[in-house]
């Protein structure tokens, strides 16, 4: 069964120091990769997307991913946390050739300590 | 930059009532999509459309039925609310027909409350 894997739901950093949140996804073909951020009651904003290229690509508020086909993982990073980046963080995919819908990752949400 | 508009923000609701939620894509965004996140979950796909004929659907209650309109906005109408209808609504809408690899902007989202 296809599926995205968060498997770290909770994840606490200081300020300032480096983060890596980690997804992998089971499908058959490489799907289109998303990271979106929710702080709390608020809607859903994407970070970044990978489709084909470069593995590294660069997203918006200091933050990357990595794609690796070998792991079939899309991990996201950030060299130094700031209090601000703390929300949850969700993990999605597009299936390639089946339907535009997107299919989350359980989140995993970010606390950070001052 | 003209973002998804959702309303209401906020609803409460009675179990057996009916609810009506509408969506506001971004201008000359043609696709729509809507997702249900209970608490402490991660979204889920209901359904989408594009140009107004509905596209693709996903684990959507037989009691709930969406349209696109004309202009297109899209409406959620949920009919015989349950408790466990009590969550946070999303609309996204993305352009040109919502190619996998387009980006979906996503709306502040509806709170539902079914008391």
């Known amino acids: 069964a296809q599926s995205v894997t968060q498997p770290d739901i909770h994840i606490t950093v200081s300020e300032g120091a480096s983060l890596e949140l980690r997804c992998n996804y089971s499908y058959g073909a490489t799907p289109y990769l998303f990271w979106y951020v929710q702080s709390p009651g608020q809607g859903l904003q994407l970070l970044l997307k990978y489709f084909s290229g470069d593995t590294l690509v660069q997203g918006i508020k200091g933050f990357e991913a990595e794609f690796k086909r070998s792991q079939s993982s899309f991990n996201l990073r950030k060299p130094s946390v700031h209090w601000s980046d703390a929300a949850e963080y969700f993990c999605?995919?597009?299936?390639?050739?089946?339907?535009?819908?997107?299919?989350f990752g359980t989140g995993t949400q970010l606390k950070v300590e001052l | 930059a003209a973002g998804v508009i959702q309303s209401p923000r906020h609803l409460i609701k009675e179990k057996r009532e009916t609810a009506t939620l509408k969506c506001y894509p971004i201008?000359?965004?043609?696709?729509v999509y809507w997702y249900q996140q209970g608490p402490g979950q991660d979204p889920q796909f209901l359904i989408s459309f594009y140009e107004k004929m509905q596209s693709d659907k996903g684990s959507i209650p037989d009691r709930f039925s969406a349209q696109q309109f004309s202009d297109y906005h899209s409406e959620l109408n949920m009919s015989s609310l349950e408790l466990g209808d009590s969550a946070l609504y999303f609309c996204?809408?993305?352009?040109?027909?919502?190619?996998?690899?387009?980006?979906?902007?996503f709306g502040p989202g509806t709170r539902l409350t079914v008391l």
């Open positions: 999605a995919v597009v299936r390639t050739g089946g339907g535009n819908k997107l299919t």
């Open positions: 996204a809408s993305s352009p040109r027909g919502g190619g996998g690899s387009d980006t979906q902007y």
């Open positions: 201008p000359r965004h043609d696709t």
